[in-house]
């Protein structure tokens, strides 16, 4: 480049060399974020666990009188939340788990690894795929549950709080069945263990239909204890539910802690 001056030409050398390097790592993480948000909205059978089928059961068993349930107001207002929790957990869960198991088998996780992406950011932004994939769910189920007649009440903190805590306990245990299992084994896992608490966690069936012996097991249970808490604040206008809090957070702990410990990425 040349620039003029009193008769005389001064030049002014640019670099136009590349500058090899990698790029910052937030821009990393919300690039890798937007692609995994991407990749799972694009997936068929993942729209069809963390989307279809919660929206069906809730339409399905608000329309219908197939479970009896429990407490004051409509059917929905005992299924919504129920539901929110299972969607929750088809995504944080099941859908991670599934996803992440095929990724390491197929050896992306490994040439993922070996990128300047560091290895705890991937997992950053599996994470916040599952946060914006979640927001969605939310969203999605809450007007289709007003619109069917949802009353909810409470603290609206109280339901992050038990949101939040609940994606940090499924997404520990996934990670932890993903990293550790072949995926085979995790993909028929991940879906036996989203039937059976399905069935057995609160989600739709209250938990007093089953004995006292079994009950008492299942409400420790991540899914019995974000379902629970999700109702007594939203079905029945309850203050923050510590007890419910304080197992989600054991789960987290737990669940974050094993993946960290016994991940593998091939």
């Known amino acids: 480049m040349s620039e003029?001056?009193?008769?005389?030409?001064?030049?002014?050398?640019?670099?136009?060399?590349?500058?090899?390097?990698?790029?910052?790592?937030?821009?990393?993480?919300?690039?890798?974020?937007?692609?995994?948000?991407?990749?799972?909205?694009?997936?068929?059978?993942?729209?069809l666990l963390t989307v279809v089928i919660?929206?069906?059961?809730?339409?399905?068993?608000?329309?219908?009188?197939?479970?009896?349930?429990?407490?004051?107001?409509?059917?929905?207002?005992?299924?919504?939340?129920?539901?929110?929790?299972?969607?929750?957990?088809?995504?944080?869960?099941?859908?991670?788990?599934?996803?992440?198991?095929?990724?390491?088998?197929?050896?992306?996780?490994k040439r993922l690894g070996a990128s300047p992406l560091p290895r705890w950011a991937l997992l950053t932004a599996k994470t916040g795929c599952v946060l914006v994939t979640e927001a969605l769910q939310v969203a999605l189920l809450s007007v289709i549950a007003l619109a069917l007649g949802w009353s909810p009440q409470g603290d609206f903190l109280s339901v992050v709080a038990l949101l939040v805590l609940g994606t940090a306990a499924f997404s520990g245990l996934g990670l932890l069945m993903a990293g550790t299992l072949k995926a085979e084994a995790t993909l028929a896992g991940a879906n036996l263990v989203f039937i059976l608490l399905l069935l057995a966690g609160g989600v739709i069936v209250p938990l007093s239909r089953f004995p006292d012996a079994v009950r008492s097991v299942l409400e420790l249970l991540p899914i019995s204890a974000l379902s629970?808490?999700?109702r007594s604040v939203l079905q029945h206008g309850a203050g923050v539910p510590w007890s419910d809090l304080g197992i989600l957070a054991g789960w987290s702990v737990l669940g974050l802690a094993a993946a960290a410990r016994f991940f593998r990425w091939e």
């Open 228 to 230: 629970d808490g999700l």
């Open 4 to 47: 003029r001056s009193e008769g005389t030409i001064n030049t002014v050398a640019t670099d136009y060399s590349p500058k090899p390097g990698a790029a910052p790592v937030g821009r990393m993480l919300l690039a890798q974020t937007a692609f995994e948000t991407r990749m799972l909205l694009r997936n068929g059978e993942q729209l």
């Open 54 to 109: 919660p929206t069906v059961l809730l339409v399905l068993f608000s329309a219908v009188d197939i479970v009896a349930v429990e407490g004051p107001g409509k059917r929905v207002d005992f299924l919504a939340p129920g539901l929110l929790a299972l969607a929750v957990m088809s995504t944080a869960f099941t859908g991670q788990a599934i996803a992440t198991g095929f990724e390491r088998r197929y050896g992306v996780l």
